[in-house]
């Protein structure tokens, strides 16, 4: 198995697409969140009152973080930002009633910002699908920009415990598709063979390993 040695800072070129992979699960959001904070987009907010510059600069925390620019760090796509716009709009449906419609917006939203402008794109996907993975790295072929995969490792068993935790559960039929997908992929993880499909470089990454890293940066 091919992985990224122990690293706690991973700088990648300017431009680079990240795509951060893993079955359902696997901690790909919390990672993504946890390296990537100050680079999701902020929800739209009602406009406010004007305030004077001593208040705004008291502001501390969390939520000063998220005010930072989108033009200072990656552009994150996330389904979880998808998924949480459309709750707000449809919160008296089911979730597994809109969940196509929250996938076919983030591939549409990967689509534009892989073919778009050269901005460094961290991307949340499983990674189990063919289709997805080669259309990311076809994109960034087309815009030559170097497309990177990191597979985050995670046991099936942790995968679900993920699942409970989080309170969004894929049916088993489903996750059952994700594992055997992820068990070929480790086939071609190993011979290095897939990055046949355009990657610069495809990697796993443990979950220990993962829990090293304290910084991924373009440059």
Do not use: N
């Amino acid at each position: 198995m091919r992985t990224l040695d122990p690293v706690r800072t991973l700088v990648l070129p300017a431009g680079g697409i990240l795509l951060v992979a893993g079955i359902p699960g696997a901690g790909k959001s919390t990672l993504i969140h946890r390296l990537f904070q100050a680079a999701l987009p902020v929800p739209a907010q009602p406009a406010a009152r004007p305030r004077s510059r001593a208040a705004a600069g008291s502001r501390s925390g969390p939520r000063a973080v998220r005010r930072v620019p989108p033009e200072a760090g990656p552009m994150v796509l996330d389904s979880a930002q998808v998924r949480d716009v459309l709750a707000r709009r449809l919160h008296l449906l089911p979730y597994s009633l809109y969940r196509p419609l929250v996938h076919t917006v983030h591939y549409a939203r990967i689509a534009v910002w892989a073919a778009g402008p050269r901005r460094d794109l961290v991307i949340h996907e499983c990674g189990t699908r063919g289709w997805a993975r080669r259309t990311v790295a076809l994109l960034a072929r087309i815009r030559r920009r170097p497309a990177y995969l990191v597979f985050l490792e995670t046991p099936p068993d942790t995968a679900l415990a993920g699942q409970h935790q989080r309170g969004r559960i894929v049916p088993s039929r489903s996750f059952r598709r994700h594992e055997r997908s992820w068990e070929r992929l480790r086939d071609s993880l190993r011979d290095g063979s897939l990055v046949d499909e355009g990657w610069t470089w495809a990697r796993a990454i443990t979950r220990d390993e993962a829990a090293l890293l304290t910084e991924v940066r373009f440059e």
